[in-house]
């Protein structure tokens, strides 16, 4: 696997990869045994406005108080040829009881995904429950991308009871004796 | 390989036992890829032999050939092929194995790499030839360069980040 990259102001045309081999031999072997691939057309087409969209994925559940979130993927399906930077921010303005770690994050070659938290403080007041993120591009590439914003999340109080605040164990896996075809297991959860 | 048929000469010349006639192809490369050629069903002028044209997969443009005369009295060619009629090819094996980039073929640009300028294109395979020819090497590493007739001025570049183009 390899990749090409288009810098932002290569000229549109054809241009041509030429290939060259170093072969390792197997043992006794002594001639070459492969054709380098043929030259490889690369076709570059000029720079296109907003040609690919960073995605980011969705919280399935909302953040309780005094917790952070599990880390959140932001990702785009074609890395951008020198960088593009997503700048994060409260929508409603900076909140010290609201985190965002990190609050850039740098996309580069062969740098397809990156992860940020939201870390809710305890002291956060919860009846305003949704936030979102807006996302801001820079870089010498950020016409290139685009991106959806802003980002919706919704926080919640802390669970009233331990059972549902702490991750639970399990106490037995249960399995019973297997035969040929088929095993059970049935877990316990405490 | 080729056949070539000539018109009857206008003046007679009898070949002698030490006439020699010497064939010479200059310049044949180790070529990268060659052309398909297939003979039509009617109206093709200079490849009708579809049992020729079957024994190699792979072919060169077609070209002319002429035969001349070195002796004293006749100067200049006796007999020659044109363009139109009576080319001449030839066909040739690959004789090593052969490897595919993006499943590229050269001889109709199928498969080329697009890239959109400002990103990079996402991860392109390098195979062998067919899924029955795995590698037979201990290792083989690539390595890309753009072409010098068509230089990019620096902006193109070329990655193999988690293979570091190996072969292994």
Do not use: C
Not at chain 2, 30 to 56: H, S
Not at chain 2, 147 to 167: A, H, I, V
């Amino acid at each position: 696997m390899f990749r090409v990259a288009a810098a932002l102001n290569t000229a549109k045309g054809l241009y041509y990869i030429n290939w060259g081999k170093d072969e390792t031999r197997q043992n006794g072997a002594t001639k070459d045994s492969y054709h380098p691939p043929p030259k490889t057309m690369v076709e570059v087409v000029a720079k296109v406005t907003n040609k690919y969209q960073f995605s980011v994925d969705v919280l399935q559940t909302a953040i309780p108080i005094g917790t952070t979130s599990v880390p959140i993927r932001i990702y785009v399906s074609n890395a951008p040829a020198t960088d593009a930077t997503l700048n994060l921010s409260l929508t409603s303005g900076a909140n010290t009881n609201l985190t965002i770690n990190p609050v850039t994050l740098t996309f580069s070659p062969d740098m397809n995904e990156k992860y940020f938290e939201i870390t809710i403080d305890s002291k956060y007041d919860t009846t305003v429950s949704t936030q979102s993120i807006a996302f801001s591009i820079t870089g010498t590439d950020r016409d290139v991308f685009s991106i959806s914003s802003p980002y919706g999340f919704t926080i919640t109080t802390q669970p009233a009871n331990d059972t549902d605040k702490n991750a639970g164990s399990i106490t037995s896996w249960g399995v019973s004796t297997p035969n040929r075809t088929s095993a059970s297991i049935t877990p316990s959860v405490d | 390989m080729n056949t070539i048929t000539m018109d009857a000469p206008t003046v007679q010349r009898a070949m002698a036992a030490t006439d020699i006639i010497t064939w010479t192809i200059k310049s044949v490369g180790n070529p990268e890829y060659g052309q398909a050629r297939t003979a039509n069903a009617f109206m093709d002028f200079d490849a009708t032999d579809a049992d020729v044209f079957t024994i190699f997969t792979d072919w060169t443009r077609k070209f002319e050939v002429f035969l001349y005369d070195k002796s004293t009295t006749v100067l200049g060619y006796t007999a020659r092929s044109y363009g139109v009629l009576n080319s001449a090819y030839l066909g040739f094996d690959y004789n090593t194995d052969r490897l595919d980039v993006n499943s590229y073929n050269p001889q109709n640009m199928s498969s080329r790499i697009q890239v959109w300028a400002g990103s990079q294109t996402r991860d392109i395979a390098i195979s062998t030839h067919g899924v029955n020819n795995p590698m037979g090497l201990m290792k083989l590493i690539l390595s890309p360069a753009t072409n010098p007739r068509t230089p990019d001025s620096g902006n193109l570049s070329y990655t193999s980040k988690w293979q570091d183009y190996q072969f292994n």
